[in-house]
Every structure is written in structure tokens, then in C-alpha cells.
């Protein structure tokens, strides 16, 4: 099933070939191209450092949209300080950055309030934030984050990240910690949806926000991504972490082969639960299938990914996945999904 290098190289060269044939104001004829007839055809290229253009024949009307993910704030007031043992080492964690552009010093909060800055001129459709918004679940990160994201008057969307709910050595296993501490102090970022699997309608672009922030995926979860793919819409995934493609470390964690305890080298230094000996559960193994094998029937047409703090690309048998850089450094990604013309 894979073939990231072949696909890459292909993925390249349609891309490249796709946007210049664009440009010129019609989609390339590809006499070999399979029947695409109900997975629609799509084609995608990048925009400089920061942009990717998603071109689909099921899209009806131009979609912009910010990506934003990994800001790991740090600010916290005296709420905070019965909880200092289990923060302590993440609120020191990234309080000094350089900006990604500039090189220049820069901090999370800065970062955060420039791509804010930046997104009231770019004027999206939406924001959408994937997780590490926080680098603990810092009530006083969460209050900031929401009225800077409430400021800009632009619709804003917002999935956990796997530092958002953890306090460090708490006693709980990752799913536990995960819903006692998205519920006690990141409910207010949800606005009433399912933290685990929820979805938003921006002009005809159906965009799923799926929690994959303890690598897992629950039964539950992948019910209801069956469900939402049941609708014949054209389609965007957004979760903190990676899916699993060939050639990535395990950080690429969901569905990934070799994610277990073996391969777990942070569960100390992080205070938690380690990963399992037996890898991913079926069900997470059933999901990584489900978006490689069927995301064409799905009209899916890409995923998109935090938490590895570095922008990357890949193709696996044509399901596109890209990876963003941590916007503590001020980094994000516009992505516009356009009709063809
Ligand atoms: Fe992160
Ligand atoms: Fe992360």
C-alpha cells in the first residue's frame, strides 16, 4: 500500500504540473489518470513557505482558511498554583523562541498575537487551531487564547493537542487525564462540540476536527468519523497528531507500526503513562486504513497535522497529509480550497 517515495516524486510532479495548467485557466488532461468519476479530481500545490492550494472538482466556491498549531503558551496566575508540581517543568518549557522568518527572539505570546495580526489581514473563512495551544492546562493560557481568537471577529475552531489536558505526573492513565482536564479547563475553546470528533461547514467544505492526542483512536471516534464521511461533501481532517506515512518517526504516531513501549523514550521525562507493549489497538489501526484506503470515497481530500513542530508533506497512495511548524516560532499555514476552473 505504501509507496511514499514513487508517490511523492508523482505527487510532485502532478502538483507542479496541475498548478502551471491551472494558471492558465483549465485541469491538465491526464489521458492515463484512473476513472476518477465519483472521487472527483483534485490537484494541489504549494504557495511559497506557507500556502497550500487544494484544487477540487466537488468544490463549489473558494475557501480560505488559517491553520495554526503548536503555540504552547505558558502564562499562568495564582489558579495555577496548586497544580505548580505537575506544570513545572512545560512552563519553562519553550518561554524563549525565535521567529521562524526573522530568526529574531520571540515567545509564544507574541507569536500568537502576530499570527492573529496576520490573519485579520488575510481575512480566512476560518481559524482553525490544532492543539498545543497551551504547553499545560493553564486556565489563564486558555482565557488569553480565547479573547485573542474572539478578537479578531473571525469563526474559530480548536482540537486538543496531547500538552493541552496533561499536567505531568498526575495519577491517571492518557484517556482519563485527557477528559477530566479537557472538561475542567478547555471546555470553554469547544463552544459546546465534541472534543473527541466534531465537525464544521466553512461555504461547502465540510472540516472534521478529530482528537488524536493520545495517539489512540476510541471506538467511538471512528464511528463518528464514518458517520460525518457519510455525507457527500468535499472534505478536510485536521488532528494535533500525525497519521502514520512511511519514512516518518513514530511522532507520526497515529496508526503508526512501531508505536509501543519499546519505542516510547519520553514516558519518564514527560510523567506518563507509557505507550503500550502491544502498539496501537485495532480500532486505530482500522482508522488509518479507513482515511488511506477510502478517503477518495470519502471525497477527503487532505489531512492536516500538528504536534512533530516541523512543516513536512506526504503522500500515501494519493491521501495527502501535511505537517505544520509550531507557531511558537510564528509560523501557520493558509490553505484555500478552490473549484477548478
Ligand atoms: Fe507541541
Ligand atoms: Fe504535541
Given at each position: 500500500?505504501?509507496?511514499?517515495?514513487?508517490?511523492?516524486?508523482?505527487f510532485?510532479?502532478?502538483?507542479?504540473?496541475?498548478?502551471v495548467?491551472?494558471a492558465a485557466g483549465?485541469?491538465?488532461?491526464?489521458?492515463?489518470?484512473?476513472?476518477?468519476?465519483e472521487?472527483?479530481?483534485t490537484a494541489?500545490?504549494?504557495?511559497?513557505?506557507?500556502?497550500?492550494?487544494?484544487?477540487?472538482?466537488k468544490?463549489?466556491?473558494?475557501?480560505?482558511?488559517?491553520l495554526?498549531?503548536?503555540t504552547?503558551l505558558?502564562?499562568?496566575?495564582s489558579?495555577?498554583?496548586?497544580?505548580?508540581?505537575y506544570?513545572n517543568r512545560?512552563?519553562k518549557a519553550?518561554?524563549?523562541?525565535?521567529?521562524?522568518?526573522?530568526?529574531?527572539e520571540?515567545?509564544p505570546?507574541?507569536?500568537?498575537r502576530?499570527?492573529l495580526?496576520?490573519a485579520?489581514?488575510?481575512?480566512?473563512?476560518a481559524?482553525?487551531h490544532l492543539?498545543?495551544l497551551v504547553s499545560?492546562?493553564s486556565?489563564?493560557?486558555?482565557?488569553?487564547?480565547?479573547?485573542q481568537?474572539?478578537a479578531?471577529?473571525?469563526?474559530?475552531?480548536?482540537?486538543?493537542g496531547n500538552?493541552d489536558?496533561h499536567?505531568?505526573g498526575?495519577?491517571g492513565?492518557e484517556?482519563?487525564l485527557?477528559?477530566?482536564?479537557?472538561?475542567k479547563?478547555?471546555?470553554?475553546l469547544f463552544k459546546?462540540?465534541?472534543p473527541?470528533?466534531?465537525s464544521v461547514?466553512?461555504k461547502g467544505?465540510k472540516?472534521?476536527?478529530l482528537?488524536d492526542?493520545?495517539?489512540e483512536?476510541?471506538?467511538?471516534?471512528?464511528?463518528l468519523?464514518?458517520?460525518e464521511m457519510?455525507e457527500?461533501?468535499?472534505?478536510l481532517?485536521?488532528?494535533?497528531?500525525?497519521?502514520?506515512?512511511?519514512?516518518?518517526?513514530?511522532s507520526?504516531?497515529?496508526?503508526h507500526?512501531?508505536?509501543?513501549?519499546?519505542?516510547d523514550?519520553?514516558?519518564?521525562?514527560?510523567?506518563?503513562?507509557?505507550?503500550?507493549?502491544?502498539?496501537?489497538?485495532?480500532?486505530?489501526?482500522?482508522f488509518?486504513?479507513?482515511?488511506?484506503?477510502?478517503?477518495?470515497?470519502?471525497?477527503?481530500?487532505?489531512?492536516?497535522?500538528?504536534?512533530?513542530?516541523?512543516q513536512?508533506s506526504?503522500?500515501v497512495d494519493d491521501?495527502?497529509?501535511?505537517?505544520l511548524?509550531?507557531?511558537?516560532t510564528?509560523a501557520?499555514?493558509?490553505?484555500e480550497?478552490?473549484p477548478?476552473?
Amino acid at each position: 500500500m505504501a509507496r511514499n517515495l514513487q508517490s511523492r516524486r508523482s505527487f510532485i510532479k502532478t502538483g507542479i504540473a496541475g498548478s502551471v495548467a491551472l494558471a492558465a485557466g483549465g485541469f491538465p488532461a491526464m489521458a492515463s489518470q484512473p476513472s476518477s468519476s465519483e472521487a472527483g479530481r483534485t490537484a494541489i500545490c504549494t504557495q511559497g513557505d506557507l500556502g497550500v492550494r487544494i484544487y477540487s472538482d466537488k468544490v463549489k466556491e473558494p475557501v480560505k482558511l488559517m491553520l495554526i498549531s503548536d503555540t504552547h503558551l505558558w502564562m499562568s496566575d495564582s489558579r495555577e498554583d496548586p497544580f505548580r508540581e505537575y506544570s513545572n517543568r512545560m512552563s519553562k518549557a519553550y518561554n524563549h523562541t525565535k521567529h521562524f522568518q526573522t530568526l529574531e527572539e520571540t515567545h509564544p505570546e507574541e507569536a500568537f498575537r502576530k499570527t492573529l495580526e496576520i490573519a485579520r489581514k488575510v481575512a480566512p473563512d476560518a481559524i482553525f487551531h490544532l492543539g498545543d495551544l497551551v504547553s499545560f492546562p493553564s486556565e489563564a493560557g486558555v482565557e488569553w487564547a480565547r479573547e485573542q481568537l474572539d478578537a479578531t471577529g473571525i469563526p474559530w475552531y480548536y482540537v486538543c493537542g496531547n500538552h493541552d489536558w496533561h499536567y505531568e505526573g498526575m495519577e491517571g492513565t492518557e484517556i482519563e487525564l485527557r477528559n477530566e482536564w479537557t472538561a475542567k479547563r478547555l471546555s470553554t475553546l469547544f463552544k459546546g462540540r465534541n472534543p473527541l470528533l466534531y465537525s464544521v461547514d466553512v461555504k461547502g467544505l465540510k472540516v472534521v476536527m478529530l482528537d488524536d492526542s493520545v495517539y489512540e483512536i476510541l471506538p467511538e471516534q471512528l464511528s463518528l468519523f464514518r458517520e460525518e464521511m457519510k455525507e457527500d461533501k468535499p472534505s478536510l481532517m485536521m488532528s494535533h497528531i500525525p497519521l502514520y506515512a512511511p519514512g516518518f518517526p513514530v511522532s507520526y504516531g497515529c496508526g503508526h507500526p512501531d508505536w509501543n513501549a519499546d519505542t516510547d523514550r519520553n514516558y519518564k521525562i514527560e510523567r506518563r503513562q507509557r505507550w503500550p507493549a502491544g502498539g496501537h489497538s485495532e480500532t486505530t489501526f482500522d482508522f488509518w486504513k479507513e482515511v488511506i484506503c477510502s478517503h477518495k470515497e470519502h471525497n477527503l481530500l487532505a489531512t492536516f497535522a500538528g504536534h512533530v513542530h516541523a512543516q513536512s508533506s506526504s503522500l500515501v497512495d494519493d491521501w495527502p497529509q501535511f505537517t505544520l511548524k509550531a507557531n511558537l516560532t510564528g509560523a501557520y499555514r493558509i490553505v484555500e480550497v478552490l473549484p477548478i476552473p
